[in-house]
């Protein structure tokens, strides 16, 4: 069903209210703004399968009342960004929610993976992808568009009671609890825009009193941007802030010596920004930032990477979960030299299966010895 006006959105709102589940998904572009603009919001129940167009219908907001029942679990597959933009277009998240590709990962598929590949997978159909890297904005839509559309979320219901018929089965759906509850944090979708310097591409060029100035320029890049609506690099690119943080650029003329830098500010911009450069510099050193990074000056851990691994690796046989799913390399090589926050084998369900064991590991507290061909991990005498 195709929803175009107000009346027929309210209506399957309505319908929707008697079912136990909602799929949703979204299409949108972001090339040319900074916030993403939705131009077509899939949603399913076991019944129906809606596709609704923002830019014909009224007001969003009568979703509310399905997106926040308790008795309606919504559905999603990769559903990061169909969050952070009903976030930005309802005012809320939905609860509770239920993310296919985070759940696949417990159940022995690789990790992130794709939604044409899980239906392949679960429900044995092979979705066309023609129109995956189409322009939404455009009207009207083809049918072949429409068709994709409503392929992305018709499969989630058949999907979700698949999963949890197997996770149930290993008992394992309490485990994806601090997962959607993390997908459901309004916090997770509402950024510091002075902790952005930490995503600026070459950014770990730069020695800590550089990174206060980038920290500074980068804040201001992310407000103008949203203010304008526009793309970051419309307003001077990553590499850009990087190259003036680099030269220490306190004047306007220091500014236009980076390359394109005259072109993209104007000379009231390029006052701004530099000031901001030298605030950053003269900040007292107690305040520069540290990059969450590994230096030369880290020791190597190869030997605790070698025994974590060989952990990793036997809990990942023993659940039948792909070994880079429970934790990468880099994961582990960020445990072992000290790190504890925004480390995902930390986290859920990971932490759970092995995480602890690990940090057992790294203090000494656990050993490992063969037992024939069988590892075994066993606690100090």
């Known amino acids: 069903m195709y929803i175009d006006n107000q009346e027929s959105l309210e209506a399957f709102v309505e319908r929707a209210r008697s079912s136990s589940v909602l799929a949703i998904d979204t299409e949108f572009l972001r090339e040319k703004t900074y916030y993403a603009r939705l131009c077509l919001l899939q949603l399913a129940t076991d019944e129906e399968v809606a596709i609704v167009d923002p830019f014909a219908v009224d007001d969003l907001h009568v979703l509310v009342p399905l997106l926040s029942d308790p008795g309606i679990v919504k559905l999603f597959h990769a559903g990061g960004q169909d969050l952070e933009i009903l976030y930005r277009e309802v005012g809320m998240l939905p609860e509770p929610i239920f993310d296919t590709q985070v759940a696949a990962a417990l159940l022995g598929h690789t990790q992130q993976i794709g939604y044409g590949a899980l239906v392949h997978s679960i429900c044995g159909v092979n979705l066309k992808k023609v129109d995956s890297y189409t322009d939404w904005s455009r009207r009207p839509l083809s049918e072949s568009q429409l068709d994709y559309a409503a392929d992305d979320v018709a499969y989630l219901p058949g999907i979700y009671r698949e999963m949890c018929a197997m996770l149930d089965e290993r008992g394992r759906r309490d485990w994806l609890a601090p997962d959607f509850a993390e997908l459901s944090d309004p916090a997770r979708y509402e950024a510091d825009p002075r902790q952005r310097f930490r995503r600026l591409k070459r950014v770990s060029s730069l020695s800590r009193r550089q990174l206060s100035a980038a920290r500074e320029v980068a804040a201001w890049r992310e407000e103008q941007a949203a203010r304008r609506d526009v793309p970051r690099k419309w307003v001077i690119t990553d590499e850009q802030i990087v190259e003036a943080c680099k030269r220490e650029a306190r004047t306007i003329d220091e500014l236009f010596m980076v390359r394109g830098m005259r072109e993209k500010l104007p000379t009231r911009d390029a006052r701004a920004v530099a000031a901001l450069v030298a605030r950053g510099l003269d900040a007292p ?54 790190y504890r926050d925004d480390v995902d084998v930390l986290r859920g369900w990971r932490r759970s299966m092995v995480g602890e064991e690990l940090l057992e590991l790294l203090a000494g507290r656990l050993a490992l010895r063969l037992d024939g061909a069988e590892l075994r991990v066993e606690p100090v005498a």
Not at 293 to 300: G, T, V, Y
């Open 285 to 338: 050193q107690d305040e520069w930032p540290v990059l969450d990074r590994a230096s030369k000056s880290e020791p190597n851990v190869d030997a605790q990477l070698d025994l974590m691994e060989a952990v990793v690796r036997l809990r990942a046989r023993e659940n039948g979960i792909a070994l880079q799913t429970l934790a990468s390399r880099d994961d582990l090589a960020r445990l072992a030299r000290g």
